[in-house]
């Protein structure tokens, strides 16, 4: 581990809490970071012991940094520079939220009636 100064962004990236680090940059601009409470920008530099609260699309996180990872790495890896402290409460929260979440995909056997329940529909009503 280098004693150089790590962005925020780029540590939220490399543990793999942002897919990219526009998004974790773009987050932490939102105020969706926070350090202690307070909202931050991406540049404020990481050091160990810091607690962050982060709300993703996907859930809600509140992290202690316990290492600090310069590069992406593999999940394996990655988790081991942080401990997840988010609340059981949050963690069922974010649960509710992806089984509830709805894909757009219409429900099996409803929606547009297959060839053969068309046939159907069309000699029912050609009865004249």
Avoid at 79 to 89: G, M, S, V
Wanted: proline share 3%.
């Amino acid at each position: 581990m280098s004693t150089e100064k790590l962005r925020v962004d780029k540590y939220l990236w490399a543990i793999r809490v942002f897919k990219t680090r526009t998004l974790a940059s773009a987050a932490c601009e939102d105020g969706k970071v926070k350090l202690n409470g307070v909202n931050i920008k991406p540049s404020k530099p990481v050091a160990l012991g810091d607690h962050y609260d982060i709300k993703t699309p996907a859930r809600k996180w509140t992290i202690e940094v316990t290492g600090l990872l310069h590069n992406r790495m593999g999940y394996d890896e990655a988790i081991k520079h942080y401990a997840d402290l988010t609340t059981e409460e949050d963690m069922l929260l974010s649960k509710r939220l992806g089984e509830s979440f709805n894909t757009g995909k219409r429900q099996s056997k409803t929606g547009r009636p297959t060839k053969k329940q068309r046939r159907d529909l069309g000699e029912a009503l050609d009865t004249d």
